[in-house]
């Protein structure tokens, strides 16, 4: 069984303040020997009961690395067990970006074979970013995820699984991962197939975005809050009882400004096509899906097939085998499940192509598969079987 595990590095970035406003035991907050001692890269600060955590890579869009992912299990195994953590916020440094992912240079050279790692970084950050999803959607500490600016991949792992999660009208969700050679991984198997009418499906197959509060009414953030109303907000929490379980929710309401009777998202008149053209009761396969599009002909048809044929052939079956099967699944299996696919994934070809091509500056990639129609099924059984190493979260 893997539980939330500490790492705690030698270079101090956590901030202590406390003062008497909260009915939270002050007596420890300060107790250097019990707060994670986290690398520049995660900075804590720890004000009158509320945990303020803070992704700290902006030149990087927050992108997480190694070392913060272990440090995430550091601050969640503290905060369950202080007495003096009421809350735990997350945000990102700088105005563009909660997390925009995970370092997929460094994990796709360490796959081929590019550092001094012996090939073990890879196996490592997934490993580690997985045990950090599940521990803070699990954590009993009511957590915030404050989602200001872009949220894509490994942002959506440490946000969307959690009690809370705040967008802003900077939000932009999107899990684009096909288009590098990979899948929607990061518990994508768990949340991607349980949003409403196929849309989750769609939006984990094309990489297709959502903004503002489109997030909150495809059911992945769960609050509307300004941006220029976010420290507002956390002043409210750092000087509120809480020692009382609704305290949280009751600040979030009070600051909160989506209101689903008044607002209309903007993918709301394509929804009946994409539960047409995506959804599992009319597809059982990337080609049914295509044929459907086709069919449709509609300008949102043609746009949605043309983003659909242009991410890798390979990934997009991958990945509708993976939502498909976590439809059924606990966050705990699907992530279990994430982590074969994602070894088997990386070690092959389409990754590595899909990197250096779109975010190395290398050649156009070219996928192992021409089409869709080139996956066989005994290529995705492959990807779905275990390796020498495996991952076993348990509930």
């Known amino acids: 069984m893997l539980k939330a595990t500490g790492l705690f590095s030698q270079s101090v970035r956590c901030v202590c303040k406390t ?18 001692q986290t690398s520049d890269e995660l900075q804590l600060t ?59 240079v460094l994990i796709a ?9 012996g090939g073990q970084l890879y196996k490592d950050f997934f ?3 997985y045990v950090a ?19 894509m991949g490994g942002g959506v792992g440490v946000s969307v699984h959690g009690r809370y999660r705040v967008a802003t009208e900077k939000t932009m969700f999107a899990m684009p991962e096909t288009a590098i ?25 094309t990489g297709a975005r959502l903004k503002g509060m489109d997030v909150v009414a495809a059911g992945i953030a769960t609050h509307f809050i300004s941006t220029d109303q976010i420290e507002e907000f956390e002043s409210a929490l750092a000087g509120s009882d809480l020692s009382d379980a609704s305290t949280v929710e009751n600040v979030l309401a009070n600051f909160n400004t989506y209101d689903a009777s008044t607002f209309t998202p903007s993918f709301s008149q ?42 890798c052939p390979g990934a997009v079956s991958i990945t509708f085998e993976q939502l498909r099967r976590g439809s059924t699944q606990t966050l ?23 990197v250096n091509g779109k975010l190395m500056k290398g050649p156009e990639p070219v996928w192992e598969h021409a089409s869709v129609s080139d996956v066989t099924d005994e290529y995705i059984q492959s990807i779905f079987t275990d390796t020498e190493n495996t991952l076993n979260i348990t509930p």
Request: hydrophobic share 40%; proline share 3%; aromatic share 8%.
């Open 19 to 36: 003062t008497n406003t909260v009915a939270l035991s002050s007596s420890r907050a300060c107790m250097s020997t019990l707060m994670p």
């Open 270 to 311: 394509d929804l009946d096509r994409i539960e047409n053209c995506f959804s599992p009761s009319n597809v059982s396969s990337v080609s049914d899906i295509q044929a459907k599009l086709s069919e449709d002909g509609s300008e949102w048809a043609q746009k949605t097939l043309s983003m659909l044929n242009a991410m």
């Open 109 to 117: 050279k360490s796959a081929k074979g590019q550092l001094d790692d």
């Open 133 to 151: 999803d599940y521990a803070l959607a699990t954590m009993k500490t009511p957590y915030v995820a404050i989602l200001n600016g872009i949220t």
């Open 181 to 205: 050679g990979f899948f929607p991984d990061v518990g994508g198997s768990y949340f991607l197939p349980r949003l409403q009418r196929g849309l989750g499906w769609y939006l984990g197959l």
């Open 46 to 104: 720890h004000t009158n009961g509320v945990l303020d955590i803070t992704l700290n890579r902006p030149k990087a869009l927050n992108a997480l690395t190694l070392n913060m992912v272990k440090e995430l299990q550091a601050v969640v195994k503290f905060s369950e067990e202080s007495d003096t953590v009421g809350v735990v916020c997350m945000r990102g440094a700088g105005s563009k970006a909660f997390c925009a992912g995970g370092d997929v």
């Open 332 to 354: 705990a299996e699907c992530l279990n499940m994430e982590y074969t696919i994602a070894l088997n994934s990386v070690s092959g070809h389409d990754f590595y192509a899909g």
């Open 127 to 129: 490993r580690e970013e």
